[in-house]
């Protein structure tokens, strides 16, 4: 049974850091890209970044672009969004997800449960 479980989401005050974290079960890691999406109250869910399995790409959105970066150490079936600078219009659910690099979130096989990131002005 494949899972992924996000960590690492809390309240920050604008300006500050948060990592997330995203640890796969129950799937060889190393062959998944993996994205990072949001899902802000009453808005739809919108990517974020994601990168390949060898993780010698990543994307960003233009909203996140220079303020947050993605990463993965497969020896950890572990993905990672740091996300600096932060801005109360980053409060949302983040998700990951495992099975592409496209902004488009049907096109993913597995997704995580989701961790609340909440930044206050």
């Known amino acids: 049974q494949v899972q992924l479980v996000e960590s690492g989401g809390g309240l920050v005050q604008a300006g500050g850091s948060l990592r997330l974290s995203c640890t796969a079960s129950?799937?060889?890691?190393?062959?998944?890209?993996m994205g990072w999406f949001r899902q802000g109250p009453g808005k739809e869910r919108e990517f974020v970044a994601s990168?390949?399995?060898?993780?010698?790409?990543?994307y960003y959105a233009d909203s996140v672009k220079g303020r947050f970066t993605i990463s993965r150490e497969n020896a950890k079936n572990t993905a990672y969004l740091q996300m600096n600078s932060l801005k109360p219009e980053d409060t949302a659910v983040y998700y990951c997800?495992?099975?592409?690099?496209?902004?488009?979130?049907?096109?993913?096989?597995?997704w995580g449960q989701g961790t609340q990131a909440t930044v206050s002005s």
């Open positions: 997800a495992a099975g592409s690099v496209d902004v488009r979130p049907s096109l993913y096989r597995y």
């Open positions: 129950g799937l060889t890691f190393s062959s998944y890209s």
């Open positions: 990168i390949t399995w060898s993780a010698g790409r990543t």
